[in-house]
């Protein structure tokens, strides 16, 4: 599958469109499948008295025009609206990842159309991704919000969590937003003492991934446990322990960047 390259607005020869429908409550309309494919519909009928627009525009898939809508209260025969978490995982890519974009920039056009500092409707900025109030130029991004994850290792073994959060009961990495003021490094170092009560060492960076789960960006670390001795905090992680790599509790699926970091880091054990 060819790759996809961003872009503002779609080209005079951009091809067939390829459109991504979502519901009001950002579930992907899929025709179901292994793996699922975004609908191919064509573009919904505007409401009485305004002009057809061809949607959000995101980019060039090859020859084909991506764009983004929000879908019919009701999936048409023969498709359904399934969950994007889940989604992104089992698509082909770059279709999933192509699918978080579509989603993250449909929500901020909805959710950005006023100035938030003088209330004037806002207006796209003509050479990028942004908008812009007329009345006293205020600029408006769409929103990123920064993640960190990081595998904890300690003699030999890594440190696996239950989210309370989780569904599934499966075990996965510390996470947690980054806070204002602080460096990844010290997000990583705080989420890690605050969560299950551990000081790190040699704390390095593994890679990233997008993730819209609202508009996030996960950026991975792997770092060494000064002790083993585990605090569970008792509210966003429920049980907590170190693991080798024939003896782990159920782990999330493979596409996500917490499953990346675990199996090379389990990878890297003693056996």
């Not at 006023?114 to 812009?132: L, V």
């Not at 960190?148 to 073994?157: D, E, L």
Request: glycine content about 12%; charged content about 20%.
């Amino acid at each position: 599958m060819p790759d996809f390259v961003p872009g503002l607005r779609p080209p005079a020869d951009a091809g067939a469109a390829l459109c991504y429908y979502f519901s009001p409550g950002g579930d992907l309309l899929v025709y179901p499948g292994d793996p699922p494919r975004p609908a191919d519909l064509a573009p919904p009928e505007p409401p009485q008295g305004e002009a057809v627009t061809a949607g959000l525009y995101l980019g060039q898939l090859g020859n084909q025009a991506c764009f983004a809508h929000w879908g019919p209260e009701t999936a048409p025969d023969g498709t359904e609206y399934a969950s994007l978490r889940g989604l992104m995982l089992r698509m082909q890519e770059p279709l999933g990842a192509i699918a978080g974009r579509a989603r993250q920039l449909l929500e901020w056009d909805r959710d950005y159309r006023f100035c938030g500092r003088c209330g004037t409707p806002m207006r796209d900025k003509d050479d990028e991704r942004a908008r812009i109030c007329p009345a006293c130029q205020h600029l408006g991004y769409p929103r990123l919000n920064p993640a960190i994850i990081v595998g904890i290792t300690h003699h030999g073994r890594l440190l696996l969590c239950r989210n309370a959060r989780h569904r599934g009961g499966f075990f996965s990495l510390v996470a947690g937003f980054v806070e204002v003021g602080e460096s990844l490094e010290q997000a990583v170092r705080r989420e890690a003492a605050e969560e299950v009560g551990l000081s790190l060492e040699r704390v390095g960076y593994v890679g990233s991934q997008p993730w819209p789960f609202p508009s996030g960006l996960m950026i991975g670390f792997t770092a060494e446990a000064a002790s083993a001795a585990i605090r569970v905090d008792g509210d966003e992680i429920v049980e907590a322990g170190w693991y080798g790599r024939d003896d782990h509790p159920p782990i999330p699926p493979h596409g996500s960047i917490s499953r990346t970091i675990i199996d090379a880091v389990l990878a890297s054990l003693p056996g």
